[in-house]
């Protein structure tokens, strides 16, 4: 199993930027598929990007389609959200994620082996 660990969060205007750094370990990893969700107070985690493993499929929720971007760099076992015209609902506990297995959808939390801990975002005016 892989383990996962977010890192980058942080306060931010809103039209800025952060980058999401998530660090993973485990001997398997770079045979699993990539993403991050979010949970914002009150509501249910909800997928946000995911990656395959090597790179070639990606995936966005459409509320972030153009905004943020996902990558990995295999060997220095990273994955990466790049987060761009950050808005204020984009305010969310950030959470790094591995699946098994390659998807052309979003991410149920079912499919999810993994989890990180998390890594608070918030967007202010």
């Known amino acids: 199993q892989v383990q996962l660990v977010e890192s980058g969060g942080g306060l931010v205007q809103a039209g800025g930027s952060l980058r999401l750094s998530c660090a993973a370990s485990?001997?398997?990893?770079?045979?699993?598929?990539m993403g991050w969700f979010r949970q914002a107070p009150g509501k249910e985690r909800e997928f946000v990007a995911a990656?395959?493993?090597?790179?070639?499929?990606?995936y966005y929720a459409d509320f972030v389609k153009g905004r943020f971007v996902i990558s990995r760099d295999n060997a220095k076992n990273m994955v990466y959200l790049q987060m761009n015209s950050l808005k204020p609902e984009d305010t969310a506990v950030y959470y790094c994620?591995?699946?098994?297995?390659?998807?052309?959808?979003?991410?149920?939390?079912?499919?999810?082996?993994?989890w990180g801990q998390g890594t608070q975002v918030t967007v202010s005016l």
């Open positions: 994620a591995a699946a098994d297995g390659s998807r052309s959808r979003a991410w149920r939390l079912g499919d999810v082996r993994s």
């Open positions: 485990g001997p398997t990893y770079r045979w699993y598929s």
């Open positions: 990656m395959n493993w090597s790179g070639g499929t990606t």
